[in-house]
Structure formats: C-alpha cells, structure tokens
C-alpha cells in the first residue's frame, strides 16, 4: 500500500521570501503524485499534479514541484510567497488504475509580513 | 456548475444521535469518496465508491454507513454519534479513472460539514 509523508506539520515563511514544503512517498508501483491546497475554511483545491513526462510540474500562481523517483519525493516549491499563500497544503499519491488518494498529514503555511 | 455540494455546513449533534451528511455533484463523475478531517492526521478515507450500487470501505468506516442509489448523491450516515467523530467531513468525486497514462486524475473537493458531537 501506498503512504504519504510530509516532513513538516507548520513552516512559517517571511512575505516575498522562497518556501519549501516536503513530501516523501512510498509505493512498490508507479505514482501519481498531487498538492491540494485548503485555504482558511474552505474545501481543499488540486495546486497541481504529476501524471507521467516532465518531471517538474507548475501551478498557475507560481509554485512547482519535481517528482524525484530516486529519492520519492515530491517536494513542493515557490521562490517568492504572498501573504494569499497562507494555507495548509496536502500532499497525495495515487496509483494506476485504483481510485483512492492517500493524503498527507499537512503542512501549515503562515506568511509573516 | 455547482460542483460538488455538501449539506449541512455546520451540524452539532448529542452522543447517540443519528444523522445523514449529504453529498452531491453534477459532473457525472462515477468516484465518489468520503473523508474527514482532523488536525495532524490529515484527510482519512471513510467510504468510497466507483458507481450507482457500488460502495466500499476505506481506512475509517466504523460508525458510519453510506449507499449510493444514484450517481449525483452519496449521503454519509452517522448511527449512533460519538464525540470521537467530531471532525470536519469533506466529499471529493472524480471521473472514473482508466488505465491509460496521463488520464485526468484530480478530485473535486466539496466545501465541507463541521459536525460537533457533545
């Protein structure tokens, strides 16, 4: 079965500095890898995801992740946050064919002006 | 598109009460899922199901139930609340995910029910 580490359960940044959120996984099969973002009282949001091709994949609002095979890893990546960025983000891993996503615990994002 | 739609928002119930959790979405996705949500433990799967008819259990199913009569609706049944299922419950559906590499593969979160069991 597959599971989900992320590393660190809150990671405050300053406004307009680079943030790292960490996100491991493990599978004996190949993966599907996601980052949801759940702002303040709302449902969570696909960020982006990683299917298959390029190794590292965008969202519209500047963050990136690289799906690291060797490593399993799916760390995700902004070089400059907004206090808009201020969410939880979970990272997920499905696998071919099966339906169900396993989540992360979360990561708290705070940006501090 | 109202995607998917989950009612009540808000709910607090007495231990030993029942009550239904609705979910429902108009994109024909054939997946619909339900998870709660509780702090440092991240989303945990309670039930889930890949059609009309079809239901099975996920990492948490004890204390609740679910059926899946049609394909827009899949209500989550507390039996009997007890304060341990005092949580945040969000549904998430999807189309029904193939073989084939590079299918869409993305859940559509609903906005939630926070539900309270004193």
């Known amino acids: 079965a597959q599971s989900v580490t992320q590393l660190d359960s809150q990671v405050p940044v300053f406004e307009e500095a680079p943030v790292e959120l960490r996100c491991n996984y493990s599978?004996?099969?190949?993966?599907?890898l996601f980052w949801y973002v759940q702002y303040p009282n709302q449902g969570l949001q696909l960020l982006l995801k990683?299917?298959?091709?390029?190794?590292l994949v965008e969202s519209i609002n500047g963050f990136e992740a690289e799906f690291n095979k060797s490593q399993t890893s799916f760390h995700l990546r902004k070089p400059s946050v907004h206090i808009s960025d201020t969410a939880e983000y979970f990272c997920?891993?499905?696998?071919?064919?099966?339906?169900?996503?396993?989540f992360g615990q979360g990561t708290r994002l705070t940006i501090n002006p | 598109n109202a995607g998917v739609t989950q009612t009540p928002k808000f709910q607090v119930l007495k231990t030993g009460q029942s009550m239904t959790l609705q979910c429902a979405q108009d994109?024909?996705?054939?997946?619909m899922s339900w998870y709660r949500q509780d702090p440092g433990m991240g989303l945990r799967l309670i039930h889930y199901?890949?059609?009309?008819?079809?239901?099975d259990q996920g990492e948490v199913p004890n204390g609740y139930n679910v059926s899946r009569s049609t394909t827009e609706d899949f209500p989550l049944r507390l039996l009997s609340a007890a304060p341990s299922q005092t949580s945040v419950y969000f549904c998430?559906?999807?189309?029904?995910?193939?073989?084939?590499?590079?299918?869409?593969?993305?859940?559509?979160f609903g906005s939630g029910t926070r539900l309270t069991v004193v």
């Open positions: 998430a559906s999807s189309p029904l995910q193939t073989y084939q590499q590079g299918a869409n593969y993305g859940y559509t």
């Open positions: 599978s004996s099969v190949s993966v599907y």
């Open positions: 990683y299917l298959s091709g390029s190794t």
């Open positions: 997920a891993v499905g696998i071919q064919g099966a339906q169900k996503l396993v």
């Open positions: 994109m024909n996705h054939e997946y």
């Open positions: 199901s890949v059609g009309a008819g079809i239901t």
